[in-house]
Nanobody
Framework: VQLVESGGGLVQAGGSLRLSCVAS????????MRWYRQAPAKQRELVAS???????NYADSVKGRFTIARDNAKNTVYLQMNSLKPEDTAVYYC?????WGKGTLVTVSS
């Protein structure tokens, strides 16, 4: 299984970005898809997850601003990020079971 993220970039504070993660190979529709992020000199943290049945969970820091969605037909998971803040700056990684993407960089300028 390969996970490929896209959609990162540079955006001003208050702006929006939508990240995509396309999974190739056989993935489990039952297990959760997750987005993590890692800021410079910080540990990787879970941002959002979505399980089968569209049950979504979010880190407190992004609740109300980020939305995770999953399209099983396209083997794709999305992360819509609104009202971005400089502290959201990080490399964002897609995760499914023990598979990881290489990440996409999100930079939010103040």
């Amino acid at each position: 299984v390969q996970l490929v993220e896209s959609g990162g970039g540079l955006v001003q504070a208050g702006g929006s970005l939508r990240l995509s993660c396309v999974a190739s190979g056989s993935i489990s529709s039952v297990n959760a898809m997750r987005w993590y992020r890692q800021a410079p000199a910080k540990q990787r943290e879970l941002v959002a997850s979505i399980a089968n049945g569209e049950i979504a969970n979010y880190a407190d820091s992004v609740k109300g601003r980020f939305t995770i969605a999953r399209d099983n037909a396209k083997n794709t998971v999305y992360l819509q990020m609104n009202s971005l803040k400089p502290e959201d700056t990080a490399v964002y990684y897609c995760n499914h079971m023990f598979y990881w993407g290489k990440g996409t960089l999100v930079t939010v300028s103040s």
